[in-house]
């Protein structure tokens, strides 16, 4: 037995570590210096502010808000265990803040790779109390799940291992200004990508820097080529020896000729509203003046047509763009680029399954996070906790439902009377469940646990 033992204590050590590169907490894991700690999360602040980067995060926040949650019991024959559902999902409606606006805010970890959560809890005592809440029911519920902006972050508290201990917060102002570490297990840290298990996660925008600055860059480009199509470069026409005099250090001319420079500056910037300039020609050999001035403000303006397509460059990088997130459907019809009912249904679907999987792990982490914190603090039985679930945001074709259930029965398949498959039908084509007392007297609830 001590043998065996020693053998349990070997097997349960954990020897190596996760292999993320950290300085003292401050991750340092980013091939590219300028997406790495503090100075990365400004670049990917200044990608969201991209309006290709903004419609596409602003179409996933909507459509996640919009995801119906719930919360399943471990055991639906047990009436503990549905009880203990009805608690949680009561949590959800008993908060200083909508559930929508945490889930936007959980979202922040699309564009930066991580987002994080102090978890806030208040005894529901009712209404007539400093926190009020919903319920008099005396139990542990969440006051709030208050959001820790990723600019606060200062570094990571970190274990022997590499795994995360704390998050260390920078306060800048107010009465908690200074540095609070605040705990994992009072938190709740969402993760957009496990890239070694960074705590900084991996931004989905990641992928899409290079195109993004390249469109940075186009966009610029194309402004500056306008501006001067527009209003041409400006030129001014001295005569040869100001200029020289003012190289060979004539105070007079050289004062000209910053005059004159300074004159072609403002009116590149739009500050000079006139130019008063000297009327002298140039004069021929016998004296008689030429049609040449001396002194000439021009606008130097391109003709023709240019060999590059700006639009078609700064399409590809927005396309780009949105195929980091499988969003490059929404380009579709607003671009040079074309596609069928077909192709762009197919792209969604696609779309739509990474909105899952983003809901999914939002959900991972509020049942191994928030969940068994609040029964331990309520001493409730451990083994019958809920999850909290989420639909999909994919809409089901109902008529492939409905012929696919019809050729099952046809085929001799049995679903009718089954609760549980009424209610998932019943969900899926958007119908009400059905009545409680309707299923009471079907003698669906008599199988009902009361342990």
């Not at 020897?15 to 091939?31: K, N």
């Not at 186009?218 to 020896?241: D, F, K, Q, S, T």
């Not at 001799?412 to 998932?424: A, F, K, S, W």
Request: aromatic share 8%; net charge negative; proline share 4%.
């Amino acid at each position: 037995m001590a043998k065996d033992d020693k053998k349990g204590k070997y097997m349960a050590s954990e020897i190596g570590s996760v292999g993320t590169f950290d300085y003292d907490g401050y991750v340092r894991d980013e091939i590219v210096p300028q997406l790495s700690g503090s100075q990365g999360r400004r670049v990917f602040s200044r990608m969201r502010a991209d309006s290709t980067v903004s419609a596409i995060i602003f179409a996933i926040e909507m459509m996640l808000r919009r995801s119906k949650w719930g919360c399943s019991p471990k055991d639906a024959l047990n009436i503990k265990a549905v009880e203990y559902a009805e608690f949680y999902e009561s949590l959800r409606k008993d908060m200083e803040q909508t559930w929508e606006n945490f889930i936007t805010n959980a979202l922040s970890m699309l564009t930066y790779g991580w987002s994080f959560f102090e978890i806030v809890a208040k005894r529901r005592l009712g209404y007539d109390q400093q926190v009020p809440s919903k319920h008099k029911d005396g139990l542990w519920g969440v006051r709030k799940l208050a959001f820790r902006s990723q600019d606060t972050l200062d570094k990571w508290i970190l274990d022997d291992n590499g795994n995360v201990i704390a998050m260390r917060q920078q306060i800048l102002s107010g009465k908690n200004a200074g540095y609070r570490d605040i705990p994992l297990n009072k938190a709740l840290h969402f993760r957009a990508g496990y890239w070694k298990d960074s705590p900084e996660g991996m931004s989905p925008l990641r992928g899409a820097y290079d195109p993004w600055l390249l469109l940075q860059g186009i966009n610029r480009a194309e402004a500056y080529g306008i501006e001067r199509e527009l209003n041409g470069l400006p030129v001014m026409r001295v005569p040869a020896e100001v200029l020289q005099a003012a190289e060979a250090g004539d105070p007079d001319a050289k004062n000209a000729v910053d005059t004159y420079t300074q004159i072609v500056r403002d009116v590149r910037l739009n500050k000079q509203a006139g130019v008063l300039l000297p009327s002298d020609h140039y004069e021929n050999a016998d004296g008689t003046l030429t049609a040449q001035k001396q002194y000439e403000l021009s606008l130097l303006s391109s003709n023709g047509t240019r060999a590059i397509n700006v639009q078609a460059a700064a399409e590809r990088h927005q396309v780009s763009i949105a195929r980091c997130v499988l969003a490059d459907f929404l380009m579709l019809g607003t671009t040079s680029r074309s596609g069928s009912q077909a192709l762009g249904e197919s792209r969604f679907q696609f779309f739509a399954n990474a909105l899952d999987g983003f809901n999914e792990s939002i959900a991972d982490v509020l049942n191994t996070s928030l969940v068994p914190l609040i029964a331990k603090m309520n001493g409730f039985d451990m083994e019958l906790l809920p999850e909290y679930q989420v639909e999909s945001v994919n809409p089901i074709d109902a008529e492939k439902l409905v012929t696919c259930i019809q050729k099952y029965v046809q085929a001799g398949g049995t679903l009718l009377p089954d609760p549980r498959i009424d209610e998932e039908v019943r969900g899926e084509l958007g119908l009400p469940l059905a009545d409680p007392a309707l299923r009471l007297a079907q003698g669906y609830e008599e199988d009902l646990d009361p342990n």
